[in-house]
């Protein structure tokens, strides 16, 4: 499969649950990243991973944890979470490490938190 | 602060050309880039500008003026296709950092 692939694509959980999102690209990048989508909200940028080394943590509360086993895959493992954690969450891989020009995105996950 | 603007909503007609602007204060500033969202799907990259200028990719353009903070995507010969959401983002200091506008929903009716 192309391109950059998230799953689950929808997700519910209560707040005492944990889950982990999973993020897949096979197209050779260097850098990998989590965005939080809120509706009318700008992208939020969570973590990024440069040539598989966490280079932010952009003071993203604990409940929200990140993996990165190698350059291919991503994790975001999430437990203990708030119903305003309830967002489209977004992996996205540039090329050439973080200096890479465009940002390539997943569909996303759909996060509901009860 | 650091902080990117554009319209919340704009509403145009197929066939037309509408421009849907964005201004920026960022500290620093390495290339500005614009994306396309369409409802329920991932943004994907529409053009950079990191020069002043317009760039042009079909019936996309997309024009920087890095003095006065100032960009804007022109979209001509508008289609159906094109009701989407568009994402300004600058890439600001030294850390190649987006920093994202919370994007302009554009509304295209026949």
């Known amino acids: 499969e192309t391109g950059v692939t998230q799953t689950p694509r929808h997700l519910v959980m209560g707040m005492t649950n944990k889950k982990s999102l999973k993020c897949e690209q096979h197209l050779g990048h260097n850098a990998m990243y989590w965005y939080k989508q809120s509706a009318k909200k700008p992208l939020e940028l969570m973590f990024v991973?440069?040539?598989?080394?966490?280079?932010e943590n952009n003071s993203v509360p604990s409940r929200f944890s990140p993996e990165c086993p190698n350059s291919s895959h991503l994790f975001l493992h999430l437990h203990t979470l708030q119903p305003e954690d309830s967002a489209l969450y977004l992996c996205?891989?540039?090329?050439?490490?973080?200096?890479?020009?465009?940002?390539?995105f997943g569909p996303g996950t759909r996060l509901t938190v009860l | 602060g650091q902080n990117i603007d554009q319209p919340t909503e704009m509403t145009a007609t197929e066939g037309a050309i509408v421009q849907i602007n964005c201004t920026y204060q960022t500290s620093g500033f390495n290339g500005l880039f614009w994306y396309q969202q369409h409802a329920g799907e991932a943004p994907t990259f529409l053009s950079y500008?990191?020069l002043d200028g317009l760039e042009e990719k079909g019936r996309f353009s997309s024009f920087l003026s890095r003095s006065k903070g100032y960009s804007y995507l022109l979209l001509k010969e508008l289609q159906m296709k094109d009701s989407a959401s568009y994402l300004c983002?600058?890439?600001?200091?030294?850390?190649?950092?987006?920093?994202w506008g919370a994007g302009t929903k554009l509304i295209i009716k026949p």
């Open positions: 996205a891989s540039t090329p050439h490490g973080v200096q890479g020009n465009e940002q390539f």
């Open positions: 991973y440069n040539f598989k080394e966490q280079t």
């Open positions: 500008n990191v």
């Open positions: 983002a600058v890439r600001g200091g030294s850390n190649y950092q987006l920093i």
